[in-house]
């Protein structure tokens, strides 16, 4: 039950007033009517939602399923690549113990020793990339994934 209000109205020009009693607060006028509630509301927009929502929950999927298989191969490339600039490496550094001090093809040597060093370098850090995206990957899936009770 609420508090009482007394109001004194006074009419211009005159000295005698009349007092008014309203309710305050919980007042039929200042109540806000139930069926504005929030649950309402909630279940109005996820009524309207989850239809759209199960089809792009199934395109997310897909759209994983895809990253996933793409993942893949350039983890494979990434290895190769890897493999490749190694193995050219080790040539070049057998080439420049070979080859004279001031020479045009040393230089050349020097070169392609130095580019197959930043392309180790950089497969290195595509592996190490798409490493880190699975462990990502893995804790949202653990934290998405529904909790059993044993």
Do not use: C
């Amino acid at each position: 039950m609420g508090s009482i209000e007394i109001i004194f109205l006074f009419r211009e020009g005159k000295e005698d007033g009349v007092a008014v009693q309203r309710p305050i607060g919980d007042s039929a006028t200042s109540r806000k009517p139930n069926y504005l509630s929030w649950r309402w509301f909630l279940g109005i927009f996820l009524s309207i939602v989850l239809p759209f929502w199960q089809g792009t929950w199934a395109k997310l999927l897909q759209i994983e399923n895809e990253v996933e298989e793409v993942a893949v191969a350039v983890e494979d490339a990434a290895e190769v690549v890897e493999t490749v600039a190694t193995v050219t490496d080790n040539l070049s550094i057998a080439a420049l113990d070979k080859l004279p001090n001031d020479g045009k093809l040393k230089d050349a040597a020097l070169f392609v020793k130095h580019v197959s060093e930043e392309v180790v370098k950089g497969a290195q850090l595509t592996e190490d990339f798409i490493h880190k995206v699975d462990e990502v990957k893995e804790e949202i899936d653990d934290l998405v994934k529904p909790k059993t009770i044993n």
